[in-house]
């Protein structure tokens, strides 16, 4: 799909229109693309966060869709690490496949830095809500 990339200019979409298509095609084509799309020596985290970036939700859908049909998918984490720093809303779909125990971990070592990285962002995300909060209450006061 890096093709796109020479209509980027035309269109800034180009690439949420192009996957809103490759949705409605079968299993097998979309795993064709999302294969691609996710493997680390050929698409590098931050460039697909940068031809998402007006649809961060569409990117996480694609990601989801992967990590459901792919047992040795992300296995560094290399994505999902990236994807948490630039939206938390990630953890959701983390948290609802590790609840429902839909996440296959090759290895314990694997299992633990994934449990860690989670943590690490939800922690981050709760102090930056806390500072928020004190913001607002200084402002109030």
Known sequence: MDFLDKFILLDSNVYIEATDIILNKTKFILHLYTALLFNIHHTKPEKLIERYSNNIEKLKELYFIEFDEE???????????????????????????????????????????????????????????????????????
């Open 71 to 141: 047992k040795n998918f992300d296995h560094n984490n290399d994505y999902i690490v990236k994807f948490l720093e630039r939206n938390i809303s990630f953890i959701d779909g983390i948290m609802e496949r590790i609840l429902g125990k839909q996440i296959y971990f090759p290895s314990q070592y694997e299992q633990e830095t994934l449990v860690l990285i989670l943590f690490l962002h939800i922690q981050i995300h709760q102090v930056f809500i806390l500072n928020q909060m004190l913001i607002c209450l200084m402002v109030i006061t």
